[in-house]
């Protein structure tokens, strides 16, 4: 069994750690020695929520997805990413963050859970607690293997920016594809398969049952509930994206 957990960046700081040097491992064996949006300042960055995908007993992880909320310390990553090839994204942003908007970034698993699909399990989830955080809507900058996995709970291409949504990055040799997710809530545009999945997992964010991603049976522990939500609407986060 493992457990799937989400939290506030800056309300786990040991967590973050082992996140950012599993993340860096999974980099450097693609050929990927620095990537200008993972650098690490995310884990003291208020507006960074993290899904990790740790043993029971927390001390070994072995994935992990985020989500950043526009308005907090840093850009969100695909501005960090892109706003040197296309400036627009920054104003893309900003008519977005009028009503709350982040992103689901960073995902990678470990080789030791190759196969199991867990990352088809990190973005449904990563969708599933924008709820709970009030966003209404969501981008992503994608990987070839990961456009797939957004688009099947909803993510459209978003073509206004780059060379019809595609940029060269993380290097020359690799695309990367921007994407949004206008209705987090309805999932209208989801695969009826995926929003499901999604729906399943925000009705029930904590407790224990069995997934079966790529055929596989696998016992999970789902602790979706973000602790200390709180101390978040109390931060004003999203009340700074008003006055963008």
């Known amino acids: 069994m493992i457990k799937i957990r989400a939290f506030r960046a800056i309300d786990d700081y040991d967590a973050c750690q082992k996140f950012i040097l599993g993340h860096q491992r999974v980099l450097e064996d693609i050929g990927v020695k620095k990537v200008t949006s993972s650098k690490n300042d995310w884990a003291e960055n208020p507006a960074a929520f993290v899904i990790i995908v ?32 296309d400036k627009s994204i920054y104003d893309i942003v900003n008519e ?15 080789k030791e859970v190759a196969g199991l699909g867990i990352g ?24 070839p293997y990961t456009v797939k996995m957004v688009e099947n709970v909803g993510f ?27 209705d987090p809530i309805t999932l209208f545009k989801a695969d009826p398969e995926g929003r499901q999945q999604v729906f399943t997992m925000r009705q029930n964010l904590n407790g224990q049952r069995v997934e079966v991603p790529r055929c596989k049976e696998l016992e ?20 700074k994206n008003l006055y963008l």
């Open 156 to 182: 459209d291409l978003l073509d206004r920016v780059g060379n019809k949504g595609t940029f060269y990055y993380p290097k020359l040799d690799l695309v990367a594809t921007a994407m949004v997710l206008e």
């Open 220 to 239: 999970i522990d789902f602790q979706l509930e973000i602790p200390n939500l709180d101390a978040w609407f109390k931060s004003g986060i999203l009340k």
């Open 54 to 85: 740790e043993s029971l007993d927390g001390s070994k992880i072995y994935g992990g997805s985020r989500v950043h909320v526009s308005g907090g310390t840093q850009l969100l990553p695909i501005e960090e990413a892109t706003g040197f090839m």
């Open 96 to 110: 977005y963050a009028y009503n709350g908007t982040g992103e689901i970034c960073g995902l990678w698993s470990s």
């Open 120 to 143: 088809s399990m990190l973005i449904p989830a990563g969708v599933a607690i924008i709820e709970q955080i009030k966003l209404d809507s969501l981008f992503a900058l994608c990987a």
